[in-house]
């Protein structure tokens, strides 16, 4: 079974930053667009952002824009979730997700900000790692 591994969670202050990775278990990312989730204590899980398999279009929830960064290096077999001036409302379990179906099609054909799968949309998953900002 496809899976992906979460890693580079922790605690942070206010204003802190982190990065995280995703990595996959046993296979190459290399055709797949990663998405990055996340939930906080109950609530809804949120899309936080995604990358493409090839054209590097990348997407952004409008809470995480000019804070977050999502890049990938294929050559390593991961993607990474840059984040910056974290507040206390990132808080929350980040999951990452795979697909390379229709989700990928779509977001190699579309300029960046035009398409932002939901988790539906992707099929392999990671077990999250969790987040805390907090003074």
């Known amino acids: 079974q496809l899976q992906l591994v979460e890693s580079g969670g922790g605690l942070v202050h206010p204003g802190g930053s982190l990065r995280l990775s995703c990595a996959p278990s046993?296979?190459?990312?290399?055709?797949?667009?990663v998405g990055w989730f996340r939930q906080a204590p109950g609530k809804e899980r949120e899309r936080v952002s995604c990358?493409?398999?090839?054209?590097?279009?990348?997407n952004y929830a409008d809470s995480v824009k000019g804070r977050f960064t999502i890049s990938r290096d294929n050559g390593k077999n991961v993607v990474y979730l840059q984040m910056e001036n974290l507040k206390p409302e990132d808080t929350g379990v980040y999951y990452c997700a795979a697909s390379r179906g229709l989700t990928a099609i779509k977001l190699n054909t579309f300029p960046s900000g035009h398409v932002f799968p939901t988790a539906e949309e992707y099929d392999v998953w990671g077990q999250g790692t969790q987040v805390t900002v907090s003074a």
């Open positions: 990358i493409s398999s090839k054209t590097l279009g990348t």
């Open positions: 046993g296979f190459s990312l290399d055709d797949y667009a």
